[in-house]
C-alpha cells in the first residue's frame, strides 16, 4: 500500500455506519472476528461477491462464508435440519460454521457453485454491529490474498490486499487467531471439514449430532470442503515441521528460526515460544509473518500433539509445510 491513503479505522459508531454503508452500495470491507479478519462484502450482490474473488485472487470454486447474526436469520439462506440448529444454539455466536442446503437467494458465486451455503454469526461485537447495521448476510471470507497466513492483525490486511478495501475496521489483535471449524450439516451425522476452535471434543461432549469423517473422494460434493485442494496459510520462505522424533530438521541450515511450544536447540536466528496450545493458536499467523521477515531461508514449527485446539493447529501447520 503505498498511496498513503488512510484505510485502518477504529471501531467507533461512526465508522461502523460508514462501512455498512460501503457494503449496501456494493464494496468491500475488512473486519475483525473472534478467530481472522474477514473480507466483506455483500452476500446477495453477485458483482460485491465476485469482488472479494479478485481482491483475494481465490479460485473461484472455493465457497465463502456468510456471517449473519443469529440462528433466527439462517432459514433465510439455508434448510436449516435439527441437528444444525441445536449447533447453532450451542455454538452460536462462535468459532463454528454450519454447511447447509443453500436458499436459491444464495447467489452461486457466493456458493463456489455448490448447492450448499456456509453460515457462522461471529462472536464480536464490531462483525455484529457491522452485520446489523448493514441489514446483510456479509460474505466474508479471510481478508489476506489466497494461499498467504490469514490475517489477525488490521496491518496484516493492509499488506495483503489493503489496496482492494475501501475501510478496515481495527478491532485489535484477533482472540482465537485460526478460523472457524467448518462442519458439513447437510445429513444428520455431520462431518468436520476444517478444525478450529470449536474443537471436536467439545462437539462430541455437546452430543448434539453424531460426528462422521468426511470423505475426500465422496460423489456428493457437499461433503467436501473444497478450500482444503489449494495449499494454504504458508509464508513466503519454507516452513518445515519438528514432530517428535525427528529433530533431523535442525541440521545443516544455515539460518534457520522457530515458533512453538517446546524448547528448540541453540542456533535459532529467531525463536518464538507460545506457553499453551491456545497462545499458539492465537500467535501462529503473525508469527509467520513476522518470521518471514527475519532474514531465515527456513522456519522450523513444531507440531504440537495436543488434543482439542492442537488440531486445528497441525491442520494449518501441515497445510502451510506443503502437506495435505
Ligand atoms: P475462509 O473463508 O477463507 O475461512 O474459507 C472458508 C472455508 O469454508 C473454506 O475452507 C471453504 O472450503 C469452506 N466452505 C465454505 N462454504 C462451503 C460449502 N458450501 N461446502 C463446503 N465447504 C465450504
Ligand atoms: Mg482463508
Not at 454450519?98 to 454469526?121: K, S
Not at 536466528?269 to 513476522?290: C, H, K, N, Q, V
Not at 532474514?295 to 513444531?302: E, N, R, S
Request: net charge neutral.
Amino acid at each position: 500500500m503505498m498511496d498513503g491513503q488512510k484505510k485502518i479505522f477504529d471501531p467507533t459508531d461512526d465508522h461502523i455506519s460508514r462501512a455498512a454503508e460501503i457494503l449496501k452500495r456494493g464494496g468491500l470491507v475488512a473486519f475483525p472476528t473472534e478467530t481472522v479478519y474477514g473480507l466483506g462484502a455483500n452476500a446477495l450482490d453477485e458483482r460485491a461477491v465476485g469482488k472479494i474473488f479478485e481482491a483475494k485472487r481465490r479460485p473461484c470454486d472455493n465457497p465463502l462464508i456468510l456471517h449473519i447474526l443469529c440462528a433466527d436469520e439462517a432459514p433465510l439462506y439455508a434448510d436449516v435440519t435439527p441437528e444444525a440448529l441445536a449447533l447453532m444454539e450451542r455454538f452460536w455466536p462462535g468459532p463454528l460454521t454450519v454447511v447447509l442446503r443453500a436458499m436459491h437467494n444464495v447467489p452461486l458465486a457466493a456458493r463456489g457453485g455448490l448447492d450448499t451455503v456456509a453460515l457462522r454469526a461471529p462472536a464480536n461485537p464490531v462483525a455484529l454491529a457491522l452485520i446489523r447495521e448493514s441489514g446483510l448476510p456479509v460474505a466474508g471470507p479471510s481478508a489476506n490474498k489466497s494461499g498467504r497466513p490469514s490475517p489477525t492483525r488490521a496491518t496484516d490486511v493492509l499488506n495483503d490486499i489493503g489496496d482492494s478495501v475501501e475501510m478496515i475496521l481495527d478491532g485489535g489483535a484477533t482472540r482465537i487467531g485460526v478460523e472457524s471449524t467448518v462442519v458439513d450439516a447437510t445429513e444428520p451425522r455431520i462431518a468436520i471439514l476444517r478444525p478450529g476452535a470449536v474443537t471436536r471434543e467439545m462437539l462430541a461432549e455437546a452430543g448434539l449430532a453424531e460426528i462422521t469423517e468426511p470423505c475426500p473422494r465422496s460423489p456428493d460434493k457437499s461433503r467436501r470442503s473444497p478450500g482444503t485442494r489449494y495449499r494454504h496459510y504458508a509464508p513466503s520462505v519454507e516452513l518445515r515441521l519438528w514432530e517428535d522424533g525427528s529433530p533431523g530438521v535442525f541440521g545443516g541450515e544455515s539460518a534457520w528460526c522457530y515458533m512453538g511450544m517446546k524448547k528448540p536447540p541453540e542456533g535459532a536466528l529467531r525463536t518464538i515460544i507460545f506457553a499453551t496450545p491456545e497462545e499458539y493458536a492465537r500467535g501462529l499467523f503473525s508469527a509467520m509473518r513476522e518470521l518471514e521477515r527475519c532474514g531465515a531461508k527456513l522456519i522450523i514449527a513444531d507440531f504440537p500433539d495436543a488434543p482439542g485446539i492442537g488440531e486445528a493447529i497441525r491442520n494449518r501447520l501441515s497445510r502451510a509445510a506443503g502437506r495435505q
